[in-house]
């Protein structure tokens, strides 16, 4: 199968032979292998694992879109990293700032957005920290 993801900036990653994807999608979890049946799923905030040449690979998405044709993967998401792009500096900072900003329950404080930015900072922590390899 082919894999690619995409963001607006930028192509994050396009492989072929690829054996097998697993992602979270907003439903449960999904494992397409080829000659999967044609899907298109909304995927959470979370770490997509593909496989090739035997190698569990990690990506890091943002939510987004997944699509497939039984050979054919597209992701289209508003961000995504291979582990080795992501600045664990940035990451953690923006989970104190999240966290700063869902302590503070002021009539101001955004939680959804909060929240979400919370959930990418640690899914981006969880991909940089050595359990994940
Ligand atoms: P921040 O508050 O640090 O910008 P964010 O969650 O708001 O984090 P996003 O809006 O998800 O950031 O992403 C904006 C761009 O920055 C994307 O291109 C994304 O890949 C990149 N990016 C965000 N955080 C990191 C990180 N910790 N390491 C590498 N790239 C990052």
């Not at 899907?39 to 593909?50: E, G």
């Amino acid at each position: 199968m082919r894999l690619k993801i995409v963001t607006p900036e930028r192509v994050v990653l396009e492989e072929s032979d690829i054996e097998a994807v697993y992602a979270h999608t907003i439903d449960g979890d999904v494992g397409i292998l080829p000659k999967h049946v044609p899907l298109v799923t909304p995927l959470d905030i979370s770490v997509l694992r593909y496989v090739k040449a035997g190698q569990k690979e990690p990506v890091a998405v943002m939510g987004g879109v997944l699509r497939t044709n039984g050979k054919v993967i597209s992701v289209l998401t508003n961000a995504a990293e291979l582990s080795g792009e992501i600045d664990v500096a940035r990451a953690q900072q923006a989970k104190e700032r999240a966290e700063a900003e869902l302590r503070q329950e002021t009539a101001q404080t955004d939680f959804t957005r909060a929240k979400l930015a919370l959930m990418r900072s640690l899914v981006r922590l969880k991909l940089s920290s050595p359990a994940s390899k």
